[in-house]
């Protein structure tokens, strides 16, 4: 449920906006709450789900030798957009570690 959620969530944002196309003083819901989150870099983005993309025992499984420090899709890790674990050989310098402010949780 975690994909449909979003997209429902960020098309209600829409459905707002245009349902008060007329009026002057629109009320604009809040995006974070609402479907979006703030990229490290300022501007808004989708979220896309809420949930892990596979069963954690399938996510465990997939691991890196990566001799420097995972920022190319080289890591096998990055390839399939999953950070590096503790069962990956990488250095201690790997750029691909989890956002500690993303929660998914595994429905």
Not at 25 to 46: A, H, I, M, S, V
Not at 60 to 89: A, F, I, M, Y
């Amino acid at each position: 449920m975690g994909a449909i959620k979003q997209h429902i969530l960020t098309v209600h944002i829409q459905a707002s906006v245009w349902r008060q196309a007329s009026i002057t003083r629109q009320e604009f819901l809040d995006p974070l709450e609402n479907g979006f989150c703030k990229d490290t870099d300022g501007p808004l983005k989708p979220t896309t789900t809420t949930v892990l993309p596979a069963p954690k025992a399938i996510i465990e499984l997939v691991n890196c030798h990566c001799k420097t420090d995972c920022s190319s899709r080289r890591c096998s890790c990055k390839d399939v957009s999953l950070p590096c674990t503790d069962l990956c050989v990488c250095s201690s310098q790997c750029n691909n570690v989890e956002d500690p402010r993303v929660h998914l949780s595994a429905d």
